[in-house]
């Protein structure tokens, strides 16, 4: 079997325009599925969460000061 370009191939034609689409569906459902786990990692971290301790609750300066030498 040869492959020309520019053929006026009906059969690779076709072949060429299902290939295409096939891409372009497996394009498409791997960005939806990287926007629902994009999704589901913002709604994780949530704003509110309570099991995180307050800045006004800290104890001690450790971490608030911060030494650079140049």
């Known amino acids: ?3 020309e370009l520019n053929a006026n191939n ?3 034609m076709n072949t060429e325009t299902l ?3 096939q891409s372009a569906k ?4 791997q960005t939806e599925l990287e ?3 994009a999704l589901a990692l913002i709604a994780s ?3 509110g969460d309570q099991s995180l301790p307050a800045s006004s609750n800290v ?3 450790i971490g608030q000061n911060i030494s650079l030498k140049i």
């Open 19 to 21: 290939l295409a689409v």
């Open 35 to 37: 926007g629902q786990m």
């Open 10 to 12: 009906p059969v690779a």
């Open 1 to 3: 079997m040869s492959v």
């Open 45 to 47: 971290a949530s704003v």
């Open 26 to 29: 497996i394009t498409k459902s």
């Open 59 to 61: 104890v001690g300066n």
